[in-house]
């Protein structure tokens, strides 16, 4: 039984009267401990396909299931990360882990906080215990997002352009944190990871999914082996050819128009 | 070296000595006064703000005391004045010797009306705005309803809720209540509207109870706007309390002023404003305070 499985599904908007189709009958499986990046121009409807698989958007028809069952709303089989204001701003880095704790575990307050703080550890955070989320760097920030989405232990990781406000450097830090804490657990998570940055996506993913407006374009399987090593990567000519690919499609969407006003 | 003599410091010695000289007129004891001067001196010259531009202590230092400087002046020394209409200062500040009971009375029951009212309007009017700027269809009735009610200045309604309510003291919480009640309310309901989208999503992944999602999420978020709203309730709900006390108290410092005014007693009339003033900026002073201990945090 895959993690998520999607069928016929269509998003549809409704503003001021007139309807917007943002996914018109997408039909899409991820499999149980796979790594999915959903790639594509802005205004593809990938946002929109992660915000239907965490429970914030209703499907207008078709169906979504999530480990067999239909989705209904937000769950606590899922967890999300989002680019901005993923953090409560007047709770601490260990309020915002423990806050998220408390709504779906019971037990005493001291082992909540403890296993907050374990989780604040592992992503490097040991000393910023007591920071306020404005008192942290951008990636800092991420950083807690991530071990509050990860001490919730959920099933699958929803990630919505987690790292697409960060500068380069920091960045790939928090991919190789993401990917060593992943690898890391023996029942590895379902991650589905909304990006628009083609090497992110080829470091990262199992499988990634090209999206032009509306539709899945095109599927690329990238089978570079685990745990990732990065310069091994970047020496293997498949990356560099995956990569030309990615890049074509991009190009070719926007000089076919396939993305409407978002071409420039 | 520094300079020792600055421009209060002069105006200091003007004033004590002024205060000191054998007067023209038969002058009350100075020592009221004189003591409220010494006070101020010490207080602008060793006391708050030291770590603010000097220049701003001196400046404020010097108008206070040019002016109280003038008032003594043309008061007890040239007797330039309405007899009955202008005390001189001395008058005005025996009056916080001599019925300092009468007023710390009149303290006490103002501020037990006030803070019944205002916590009243406040506690109703956050947590309604709350929830009804939640919930997208109590906002469509309660925010035009209330827009609509709130144009009517307290003020109007004070003869006659004084008139209908049974006490003295339920009319004038009421009163107080009115003042501040639907600016809190509407603006809640418009800081709820306008919280970002991005954190309501990111609370409701987190599969938020309703309650918890609004009272650990949309009203700390919140806070501080209402913190900084405060300040002007404040001093909008001690207006109306004041002049209701003014329409139909027996107590209270409204009820001080316009009694001792009704007796043609201007030193106490002066010295009843000067003290509702002094209450008010301690009040705000508490209000910001609070602001730095809640507000810690900031977009």
């Known amino acids: ?264 | 070296m520094k300079k020792i003599i600055n421009l209060p410091t002069l105006l200091f010695i003007i004033l004590v000595g002024s205060i000191l000289w054998p007067s023209l007129i038969n002058k009350s004891a100075p020592w009221a006064f004189l003591t409220l001067v010494v006070a101020l001196y010490v207080i602008f010259q060793f006391g708050i703000h030291r770590d603010k531009d000097p220049r701003a202590r001196i400046d404020s230092a010097s108008i206070l005391f040019i002016v109280l400087l003038i008032w003594e002046i043309l008061a007890t020394k040239l007797n330039f004045r309405n007899q009955v209409l202008v005390p001189t200062p001395e008058e005005v500040f025996n009056v916080f010797i001599d019925s300092r009971l009468l007023m710390w009375k009149g303290f006490a029951r103002s501020m037990s009306l006030l803070l019944a009212g205002f916590s009243l309007a406040l506690g109703l009017g956050i947590t309604g705005g709350l929830m009804v700027g939640w919930n997208p269809r109590l906002r469509q009735v309660f925010f035009p309803l209330t827009k609509a009610l709130s144009t009517v200045p307290a003020l109007v309604y004070i003869p006659y809720v004084v008139a209908i309510m049974p006490t003295f003291a339920s009319a004038s919480i009421f009163v107080v209540f009115c003042g501040i009640f639907f600016s809190t309310f509407m603006n809640q309901i418009n800081y709820v509207v306008a919280i970002d989208r991005r954190l309501i999503d990111s609370a409701k992944v987190l599969n938020l109870k309703t309650s918890t999602m609004l009272f650990k999420v949309v009203l700390p978020f919140t806070l501080p706007r209402n913190i900084d709203l405060l300040a002007v309730s404040l001093s909008i709900s001690f207006m109306t309390l004041t002049a209701a006390e003014m329409i139909g108290a027996n107590a209270g410092l409204g009820y001080f002023v316009r009694k001792f005014c009704d007796y043609a007693d201007y030193a106490r009339v002066i010295a009843g404003i000067i003290f509702i003033g002094i209450i008010v900026s301690f009040l705000n002073l508490g209000i910001d305070l609070l602001r730095k201990k809640v507000v810690k945090w900031h977009y």
């Open chain 1, 1 to 264: 039984m895959p993690a998520i499985e999607i069928r016929g599904l269509t998003v549809k908007f409704k503003q001021d009267g007139s309807s917007f189709t943002a996914i018109d009958n997408l039909d899409l499986r991820i499999g149980r401990g796979e790594f999915v990046c959903i790639i594509g121009p802005s205004g593809c409807g990938k946002s929109t396909l992660l915000s239907v698989l965490a429970g914030l958007k209703e499907a207008s028809s078709g169906e979504v299931l999530i480990n067999g069952k239909p989705l209904t709303g937000t769950g606590t089989d899922r967890a999300v990360v989002f680019q901005h204001y993923s953090l409560f701003p007047w709770m601490s880095a260990r309020k915002n882990v423990l806050f998220a704790l408390e709504q779906v575990r019971s037990g005493a307050k001291k082992e909540l906080a403890h296993v907050a703080d374990a989780w604040l550890k592992r992503v490097g955070l040991g000393s910023f215990l007591d920071k306020l989320p404005a008192e942290l760097s951008g990636g800092m920030q991420q950083r807690v997002a991530i071990a509050r989405a990860l001490a919730l232990d959920p099933d699958i990781l929803l990630m919505d352009e987690p790292f697409g406000a960060l500068d380069a450097k920091t960045r790939m830090s928090l991919q190789e944190m993401l990917l060593k804490l992943w690898v890391a657990d023996d029942q590895r998570k379902t991650i589905v990871f909304v990006t628009h940055d083609i090497e992110e996506a080829l470091v990262l993913a199992d499988r990634i999914i090209f999206m032009t407006p509306k539709h899945i374009h095109k599927e690329i399987a990238v089978n570079f082996s685990r745990p990732r090593d990065k310069s091994a990567i970047f020496a293997d000519e498949e990356y560099y050819k995956m990569r030309l690919e990615l890049l074509e499609l991009f190009d070719y969407g926007a000089a076919a128009g396939a993305y409407g006003d978002f071409s420039i």
